[in-house]
């Protein structure tokens, strides 16, 4: 590994881009890893521990059928995945996976089924179209984004969830960073995931900063190792 890989660590490279956020970059590549950013997120999104401890348990409150979002849901994978989880509870569910870049859109699709929903939007015309949900949720945008576009992503997130928001994200640190390296290896032939994997990390927020980015009434957890997660209440219904 590069010393100049371990020094980027200490702070957010916030100058690196990712091969996948180049509207030119290859299309085969590029479907090729939103079809394999399902073996990834599972290995690492930690999204199964968030299920039982923060989502399942706002989801039963309810006491009703649900709508939840998943806001840039890339290929669709997390959103598939909560949604078994919370069939296997019987818990009745509407789910919608949305993401503004159609390339990921037709990933997504391949994995469309009953009770799971995939819309070409961001969150900007989600709120414009009137759309509100109980739950919004993210798993791996917030490093992607800008300043500007992080205050209107949490923003937008906020005004579109009736009772709360869940954006997880990777937690940069060297442990993170030299693990991933040497486990995405034998995954990542054909694939955007071992360069843009280790730009995510590298781009990612340690659980202070991206406190501090967002600010209140935001809190961020850690929830496993290697980890971030933003919570707020929504305002949908605010009045
Ligand atoms: C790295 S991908 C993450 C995909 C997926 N959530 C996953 O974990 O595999 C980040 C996605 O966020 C989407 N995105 C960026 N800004 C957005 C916004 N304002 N609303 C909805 N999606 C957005 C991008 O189009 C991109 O597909």
Redesign the pocket.
Known sequence: MSRGAWRGLAHRDTGLT?L??DPACDPGMLAAT?RR?DV??RAV?AWGAVYRTRLRPRLRALDRPARVL?????????VVRLATLAARDGLSVEWVG????P??LVSARERERPGVRFVS??????LAAGERFDIVL????LH??DPD?LR??AD?SRALARSAVLHADIARGRLAYALYAVGITPLASGTFLRT?GLR?IRRSYRADELASALGAPWRVETPAPFRVLALAPGTADAP
């Open positions: 990712e996948m956020d939103y950013f990834v997120n999104s998943d806001l840039g849901c890339g290929g669709g994978d997390v949305a993401d503004p870049d390339r990921a939007r961001g969150s900007s015309e989600l993210s798993n791996h945008v992607h984004l576009q209107a992503f937008d843009d995510s």
